[in-house]
């Protein structure tokens, strides 16, 4: 892959299974379970149960290494008295996505690779929003996943050094807000205060000032908050 394959494709699947195969050094459980996250957060309007969003909350929990896999094997028990919807559609599709999303960072079904699992994930969303994976929504949302993995992993093949005088207790500040709020509509107020603090990374910069959507994960915002 090219770094203009990588910054333009809308196929997700490829993105992902090229960064598995790749060994990037972007590549962390932590950030793949974001992803398969930001990815099912889409879907929430067909999670009505409470027993389904919090299924999707334990998964975010679970990919930050703030919750366990006890927590994991007490909420399936749980879940197994609640009634999934009985007819075929978004909702009854959506029943299971919280398990993909904890599978992608679980060390269970170890025969399959973090990537193939986060592709599963990326195609039950793509089917609860477009109805199948093959249809016209579906392909779109393909291209949004891709956007959103983007927006998380960075481009691989650009090395970025983020100075520690960069990481003022303001800059520190307003990038916890919005990782904590997860409104990002302050990025382009975020690229100000680090060219005011030195940074002279075009990478950072025009990411923080583009119009891309940001999410939990996002990789300037990680950079700040030192979190891998």
Not at 54 to 63: D, I, K, M, P
């Amino acid at each position: 892959m090219t770094e203009a394959e990588w910054l333009t494709t809308r196929k997700v699947e490829e993105l992902l299974l090229w960064l598995g195969a790749a060994r990037s050094r972007n590549w962390s459980k932590r950030k793949s379970g974001m992803f398969a996250v930001a990815c099912a957060e889409r879907t929430k309007a067909f999670m009505p149960e409470a027993c389904t969003l919090r299924g999707l909350e334990l998964a975010e929990q679970l990919a930050e290494g703030v919750a366990s896999e006890s927590e994991y094997d007490t909420y399936r028990s749980e879940s197994r008295t609640a009634s999934p919807p009985k007819t075929p559609g978004p909702e009854s599709w959506a029943w299971n996505l919280p398990y993909s999303v904890m599978l992608v960072v679980l060390p269970y079904r170890p025969n399959i690779s973090p990537p193939k699992k986060a592709i599963e994930v990326c195609k039950l969303c793509a089917t609860v929003l477009g109805g199948g994976d093959d249809s016209d929504r579906g392909t779109q949302e393909f291209g949004t996943q891709a956007d959103l993995l983007r927006d998380i992993f960075g481009n691989p093949f650009r090395a970025v050094s983020f100075a520690p005088s960069w990481r003022t207790g303001t800059m520190v500040a307003l990038a916890s807000q919005m990782y904590s709020s997860r409104d990002f509509s302050a990025m382009p107020i975020l690229a100000d205060a680090l060219q005011d603090a030195g940074c002279d990374d075009e990478n950072i910069l025009n990411h923080c000032r583009g119009g891309e959507t940001h999410v939990r994960g996002c990789w300037v915002v990680d950079l700040i908050l030192s979190r891998a």
